[in-house]
């Protein structure tokens, strides 16, 4: 309910308001705790009298003026609504005070005058904070309500309940008096919290907002008021409410404020006997002021109501004084031996510490954030201790660690640190980084130089051979890996098992065992600092042996786990990872979502050298989309000249020859495609499904009608082992087919076909069905022509932007779902498209019919095609 509906309630159970001339020496006390409205019911209450006929005196006691003699008193009498002589002649009695004790005379005088004034009309005499009025001036008023016991007079006083009665009388000598009548007030229920909200914000959004606003009010009207304030101002709890807390904080006597803000500061190790030695205070004011916390519903269990509660009673602290109290929390909790985290905290918000543990409780803080993906907290523990280090070799892990958690957020942050100067007494710095961002021989100088056993030793070397296999190569000599490795225990590095022979097959591309070792390594970790290098190389192990469909499941949990890990830098990377498997997989449309959003994800400066991969992904597949305009401007892009001596700079150049075989730019794609084998040569890592550049360079060659030059460099991508049923030799049989005689071109074009769509690859597929098309009506079999054209039309659907695949209404562009059919939805469509019915799938494949019923909804849906064309899809 509201102020003025509880001053009714209340009249109407206490006669107060009742102003007839037989209601008489009534005194009336107001108590409650501090903020539950007393002040506002007794303003409501003086005014209804008022307008009832009655002349109401007021005056307001404050802590500042309770040595003030007859303070309270002069507030009365200088009322404005007394009539001007009676005024004059009280005030007059009032300066014959002596010592500010009235005479005996004057006691009368005054009391005679305002016997007067209530002959003639209802006198209310209202004082609101009675407990801090004087005592001269209370001595007048039980003066007065003793002497005047007939006369219309009425005498209301509030006070706080809590409050330590500083004078007898209040807490005595009043008690006593017959008339008196105590009414009580206490904080505003959840009941009474939704009728204010509702008064001043509607029902709806009174019930919305109850149970917080409750929370953090505990039911005082004065914040549940400012509450309300914020709100109407649009937003949560703001500058109202925390001017409300330090109002609600200051009417309490101290150490009331000054322990609410140790309480505030410790939190859940607020114990009284650790709030005292902060405060330095004695056990027995520190267990009054937690009683009074306690009664007045704003602490429980050790903690304040809210933590809303707690950022105001903390904001409201000077600054200087905060960050004092601060640095006496930290060394009190690092006394107390708290977790690292606690300490932490309360350290970087005093901003200056000079104590000797400092630096290793941010460096232990900063691990435990980091692990709980709490980023930004744990770059502001490093920073700290890098601004408190003295020790060259403390600097250089804090660097080190600020480093690495900097790169999860944005790699451009760790430039600034690769700017500063290794010394002679720390050790190589940086070298993950180094070779990120392009500086490949400090990089590998830094790796060389690292000490023996040390636990992150796999990680650079990994980068270092996804990025520069050829640099990495003249480094370690041919066909030798790191000795180091074999030198680290492997209890250090359990996530990096395996990484030997992956390792080894990013430099080679010959390890019959990659493709274990990367299924190993994706399978037995979660993403992390420590594991992103290693589940990148066993993607590439996927990707480059043309087994994209692998591959994309766990790319697509990479991407999910850095999201919720909250690593931009690592979303970006598998993004664009995804896209270059989407692209592999046939689906150009996706390919170039994923793209754009990982260049979004990180600017030009972060991607550094690695920019080769997202880059070239969005040019292929916006080209193959047919929007050259569009791939033209990604290619306007600068890059840095270190990109095309990494792996990423080959799918960089060949993407750019893609883009120049559909633009006609024939010579200029046969560059690109020379330049990017010759790159793959001189690095021993011409593997056909890393970059297929011969058969780039012979689609020019056969542009430019030079078919020999195309023939020639088909028979040496023949000649490079693959997977027979693979991507990539689906995609060389189709090219041979275009070099063979006819008789011979179907024949190729149907193990063409049939590599492709074990393949997956929609996109080159639906080309080779096109080209198989033109070669059986040439053949003169018009009608399986226009069959096979047909067919082409319908694969063609399923990659171009024209007609997007299904997707679920909550799932991301860059999340649309894979468009394989299951091996059951196969077996289904395949009976389907040799035109059984669904009652005969049943009886063949033991399942109901409304099992077959459900598969075919899904297999329509997948392929976006009716009944009638699945065997056009499927043959």
């Not at 095309?644 to 799918?651: S, V």
Request: hydrophobic share 45%.
């Amino acid at each position: 309910m509201n102020l003025v509906e509880r001053t009714d309630e209340l009249a109407a159970l206490h006669g107060v308001f009742d102003c007839s001339p037989h209601v008489r020496g009534r005194l009336v006390v107001l108590s409650g705790a501090v903020a539950t409205g007393k002040t506002a019911l007794l303003r409501a209450w003086t005014e209804q009298l008022g307008r009832g006929g009655a002349l109401v005196l007021t005056a307001a006691a404050s802590r500042a003026e309770r040595g003030l003699p007859l303070g309270v008193l002069e507030q009365l009498l200088r009322s404005p609504g007394l009539p001007v002589m009676t005024a004059a002649r009280t005030l007059a009695w009032l300066d014959e005070a002596d010592a500010g004790t009235l005479t005996a005379p004057a006691l009368r005088g005054l009391c005679e005058e305002l016997r007067g004034v209530a002959a003639v009309r209802p006198v209310v005499i209202a004082v609101d904070d009675a407990h801090h009025a004087d005592t001269a001036s209370l001595h007048f008023l039980l003066h007065l309500v003793r002497r005047l016991r007939s006369a219309r007079l009425q005498v209301i006083f509030t006070e706080h309940a809590q409050w330590k009665v500083a004078n007898a009388l209040l807490g005595s000598e009043f008690l006593r008096e017959p008339s008196l009548r105590r009414i009580r007030l206490e904080p505003l229920s959840k009941a009474g919290v939704e009728a204010l909200l509702a008064q001043h914000l509607g029902e709806r959004t009174a019930q919305d907002l109850t149970p917080a606003v409750h929370g953090m009010t505990a039911g005082y009207p004065l914040l549940v008021q400012a509450l309300i304030d914020d709100h109407r101002a649009g937003g949560g709890p703001g500058e109202a409410y925390g001017r409300a807390v330090l109002s609600f904080l200051y009417r309490h006597e101290e150490p009331f404020t000054q322990v609410a803000r140790a309480v505030a500061m410790l939190r859940g190790y607020a114990r009284p006997m650790l709030v005292g030695r902060l405060l330095d205070l004695d056990a027995a004011s520190v267990g009054r002021a937690v009683h009074q916390l306690a009664v007045a519903e704003v602490l429980h269990d050790g903690r304040l109501c809210h933590p809303a509660f707690e950022a105001a009673v903390l904001d409201g602290m000077p600054g200087d004084e905060r960050r004092a109290l601060h640095r006496k929390v930290a060394d009190l909790l690092y006394e107390e031996g708290a977790p690292a985290t606690e300490v932490a905290a309360h350290l970087a918000a005093a901003d200056r510490s000079d104590a000797p543990w400092a630096v290793p409780v941010f460096q232990e803080a900063a691990r435990l954030v980091l692990d709980d993906d709490q980023v930004e907290t744990g770059i502001g523990y490093l920073r700290a201790a890098h601004r408190r280090c003295r020790d060259p070799e403390q600097q250089a892990a804090v660097v080190g660690a600020l480093a690495d958690a900097e790169w999860r957020l944005d790699p451009a942050k760790v430039l600034r640190h690769l700017a500063e100067p290794a010394t002679t007494d720390t050790p190589p710095p940086l070298p993950t980084h180094l070779l990120w961002h392009g500086r490949v021989d400090e990089g590998l100088d830094a790796i060389g130089a690292a000490p023996v056993n040390t636990a992150d030793l796999d990680t650079p070397w990994l980068w270092g051979a996804y990025l520069y296999p050829g640099h990495v190569k003249e480094r370690l000599g041919a066909g030798t890996v790191p000795p180091q490795r074999a030198a680290a225990p492997p209890a250090l590095t359990p996530e990096l098992q395996g990484a030997g022979t992956l390792l080894n097959d990013l430099l080679h591309g010959d390890e019959h065992d990659a493709t274990e070792a990367a299924e190993r390594a994706l399978n037995r970790y979660r993403l992390g600092p420590r594991t992103v290098a290693v589940q990148s190389a066993a993607l590439a192990a996927l990707t480059y042996r043309d087994r994209p469909y692998r591959a994309a499941g766990w790319c697509d949990g990479f991407v999910a786990q850095a999201r919720e890990r909250n690593s931009p830098t690592w979303q970006a990377l598998f993004t664009a990872w995804r896209a270059l498997i989407h692209l592999r997989q046939g689906d150009p449309a996706a390919a170039a979502r994923r793209a754009v959003t990982a260049l979004d994800l990180l600017g030009p400066k972060s991607w550094g050298a690695a920019v080769g991969l997202p880059l070239a992904v969005a040019v292929q597949a916006e080209t193959a989309l047919g929007d050259v305009d569009h791939a033209a401007a990604l290619l306007e892009r600068p890059v840095p000249q270190a990109m095309f001596q990494t792996r990423t700079g080959l799918h960089y150049l060949a993407a750019r020859g893609r883009y120049h075989l559909a633009t006609g730019c024939h010579y200029a794609a046969l560059c690109d495609f020379y330049a990017c084998g010759k790159r793959m040569s001189g690095w021993g890592v011409d593997l056909p499904a890393l970059e297929p550049w011969r058969l780039g360079a012979a689609e020019a060659y056969l542009a430019l009608g030079e078919t020999l030059m195309a023939r020639q460099l088909i028979a040496e991508q023949l000649a490079l082992p693959t997977p027979a049923r693979g991507r990539t030799r689906g995609m060389t049989l189709r090219l041979q087919a275009a070099t063979s005689p006819a008789p011979r071109r179907a024949e190729l074009l149907a193990e063409a076909v049939a590599a492709l769509h074990d393949s997956g690859d929609a996109y080159e597929l639906a080309r080779a069905v096109a080209d198989q098309s033109a070669a059986v009506r040439a053949a003169g079999d018009a009608e399986r022509a226009r069959h096979l054209d047909r067919k082409a039309q319908l694969l063609a659907r399923r990659w171009t932007g024209d007609t997007p695949l299904p997707e679920p209404a909550a799932t991301p562009p860059e999340d649309i779902p894979e468009t394989q059919l299951t091996s059951a939805e196969r077996r289904v469509a395949e009976l389907a498209a040799d035109g059984y019915t669904n009652r005969e799938i049943s009886r063949k494949l033991y399942v109901t019919i409304s099992t077959v019923e459900q598969h075919l909804t899904r297999i329509y849906r997948k392929l976006n095609v009716k009944r009638l064309d699945l065997q056009v899809v499927l043959r």
